[in-house]
């Protein structure tokens, strides 16, 4: 089966995490994904994190399915190319601060008069306007600002900021839905190329629920509440007898009950302080101290039994120990190696969502920075002594 992008060629010409994990989820669907960098320093990511033999983990799983490529974009010949390889795609994807692309003479204005069709995707800390708009942008300064860490943590506690490139990975969910709503006005609705300003803030904000509706209305600022939500009980993390921790969460008035079951309190479902949702949330603390009494006399395995009899809501916490040992991880495949040429194979997540008819695939992890020149200015009819000339004059 062809991948549902076949077709569809995209430039990856962002750095990182944000854009480039855009890129990354197309190239997973079958779009042709070239990976341009800089030809002295590369991507960012080439020298991020984990290392084994030298070699970047993030980068080997980023930049996976993709064709490196190099070209400096500060050269007016470097420009020049980017703009005949934009004449050739559908998408191009770029997360510099905002005015470097102008700055290169390369902004979106000069790439749609050599192709109409093309679709931009701005990928930047603040957007494209604003006062902000060229400060430097990180994912940890959209985590602050878009109210996220603030909610995060423990009551009496300090924000924290998620030990994960959050704000990041959530643009490139949300710059993937971009682009193919943009993809779809052009192609279905005969629509032309445009530009996306997808900033990492506002997508983080997006996703933090009612909280500007509960400010404007009711006039409350949503605080840090650790493991609880404040609109939902029970909803904790709970230690188990043999040291491990399992998630309970039950909105629904009959999810609530299975749990009062499955802990040996069926006494609770007729205790009025927990008769509704909004019952149970004006006694949070209570609950939560009558659940976690009832978890801690019983190792991981027998919580996970009595709950599984009743059909009651809990997962185990798992690390990544766990997680490779997880029978539902094992049956659905959601890890996968995948063939490495550095270091014989790399683990890493599955693409993802699975469609039926046109399911993801992860063909090859990231490569070595220019493998793919050769091949991809070669479809531009450039040869090898047009590569060796670029390469000497700094361009490639």
């Not at 994807?93 to 109409?116: C, D, K, Y």
């Not at 494209?128 to 600002?145: H, I, K, N, T, V």
């Not at 040291?243 to 309970?248: C, H, L, N, Q």
Request: hydrophobic share 40%.
């Amino acid at each position: 089966m062809s991948g549902a992008l076949e077709g569809v060629r995209v430039l990856d010409i962002a750095t990182v995490i944000a854009g480039p994990g855009i890129a990354a989820r197309l190239g997973d669907f079958g779009a042709d994904v070239i990976k341009v960098e800089h030809p002295e320093r590369g991507d960012t990511t080439r020298e991020l994190g984990w290392k084994v033999r030298g070699e970047a983990l993030w980068w080997k799983q980023i930049s996976r399915n993709k064709r490196p490529v190099t070209l400096n974009l500060s050269h007016p010949e470097g420009q020049n190319l980017l703009v005949r390889l934009a004449e050739t795609a559908d998408v191009l994807i770029e997360s510099f601060r905002p005015g470097t692309l102008e700055g290169w003479n390369l902004a979106p204005e000069r790439l749609h008069q050599a192709n109409p069709r093309l679709v931009v995707c701005r990928v930047s800390g603040f957007g494209q306007d604003g006062p902000y708009a060229r400060r430097p942008g990180f994912g940890s300064l959209a985590e602050a600002m878009s109210g996220l860490a603030h909610m995060t943590g423990m009551e009496d506690g300090p924000p924290i900021l998620p030990p994960i490139a959050l704000a990041d990975e959530v643009a490139g969910v949300l710059g993937a839905y971009a682009i193919m709503l943009a993809l779809y006005h052009r192609d279905a609705q005969g629509g032309a190329g445009q530009v996306i300003d997808l900033s990492l803030f506002e997508g983080l904000f997006s996703m933090t629920g009612p909280v500007a509706a509960v400010y404007d209305r009711l006039h409350l600022v949503t605080g840090r509440h650790g493991n609880r939500i404040h609109f939902a009980a029970p909803r904790n993390a709970y230690e188990t007898g043999d040291g491990r921790w399992v998630a309970v969460s039950g909105t629904s008035q009959s999810v609530a009950e299975r749990i009062f079951r499955a802990i040996g309190r069926p006494d609770l479902i007729e205790d009025p302080r927990f008769a509704t949702n909004e019952d149970r949330v004006q006694h949070a603390a209570e609950l939560a101290e009558a659940i976690g009494t009832g978890i801690a006399g019983h190792t991981l395995e027998e919580v996970m039994g009595a709950f599984g009899e009743e059909e009651a809501a809990v997962a185990p916490v798992l690390d990544i120990e766990g997680i490779f040992r997880d029978i539902q991880y094992r049956a659905r495949h959601t890890i996968v190696q995948v063939p490495d040429e550095d270091l014989g194979e790399v683990t890493m997540p599955a693409a993802h969502p699975r469609l039926s008819e046109t399911p993801g695939e992860i063909r090859h992890t990231g490569l070595g920075k220019g493998a793919a020149n050769a091949d991809v200015y070669g479809e531009l009819g450039l040869g090898d002594e047009d590569l060796a000339r670029l390469r000497g004059d700094g361009v490639i």
